[in-house]
């Protein structure tokens, strides 16, 4: 069946058109908070970068492990630590010692991806969802934290770094998972396109 864009209805253009289009230009608005405050607002840069960090190398390989398996989201975990650890390695390759945390941003990454579809098995179950998300997640963070720790540079440390690196992935394995279960509500995860063709 073939729609023609005429026969788009009200949740067509909500969810296709304004939604997408909200999302974005909330993702600016936060790239922009430091601007605003003319740089000094350290918070809110550390609350960007956090983001940044969480969305590339935690949510998409947990998401991808969750709903497809364990290759897609360790393999997307390790691109995009890859592709993170390669925006943070002129800054680190300024300093001796700032291998171990460029690669603890891959491992951990691919960890998190390859761990949440191994532990799931490609389950819609909810509960399952969860505590591979949250295992995984934790395990990764737990993991990131730890090869903080072999790098001199390492400004991440204590009882506030490790809840700033390792709590912050326990709560996306939660909100992954319940995204995830979304996701497979309304047919997106890999076993359903199976069915379908």
Known sequence: MSLDWKQWNRNDIIY?????????????????LGSLFQGGFGVITGITMEIQELLLIVIIPLLLGLVWNRWAG?????LLGCIYALFWAPVYQS???????????????????YMAGALNKRSENFSSLIVSGVVSATIGGIVLFGMFYLSPV???TGVWGFLLTVLTRTACGVIIAVIAKVFIWYGMSINKTAKIH
């Open 74 to 78: 360790g393999a997307s975990g390790f």
């Open 95 to 113: 300093f001796r010692g700032g291998g171990p945390i460029l690669l603890g941003y891959i491992l951990s990454a691919m960890l998190i991806g």
């Open 16 to 32: 296709g058109i304004i939604a997408p289009v909200l999302v974005v230009l909330l993702i600016v608005g936060i790239s922009r």
């Open 154 to 156: 390492n400004v991440v």
